[in-house]
């Protein structure tokens, strides 16, 4: 709940948790994405985490997060 998909693809068994905002993204298959994370506002954070193509489009896959998570 209160989670925000604009412009997303999400693939099969993917889980959004609550209040997780996602512009412009494509999320890889059985991906968790965590409460509050924020991907698509911020391209400089988000290319430090995930791969951004040139368009400006983000792919997550489950590795890049929990890379991301062992970092914060």
């Known amino acids: ?11 099969p068994y ?4 609550r209040s997780a905002r996602l512009r412009r993204v494509v999320v890889d298959r059985g991906v968790t994405i965590p ?7 911020d391209p ?5 985490w995930f791969r951004v193509t040139e368009g400006g489009v983000t792919l ?7 890379a991301r998570a062992a970092a914060l």
Do not use: K, W
């Open 60 to 66: 997550i896959t489950q590795p890049m997060l929990e």
């Open 14 to 17: 993917v889980t959004v948790e």
């Open 35 to 41: 409460a509050g994370l924020v991907v698509g506002e």
């Open 1 to 11: 709940s209160y989670a925000v998909l604009d412009h997303a693809v999400l693939l």
């Open 44 to 48: 400089d954070e988000d290319a430090r």
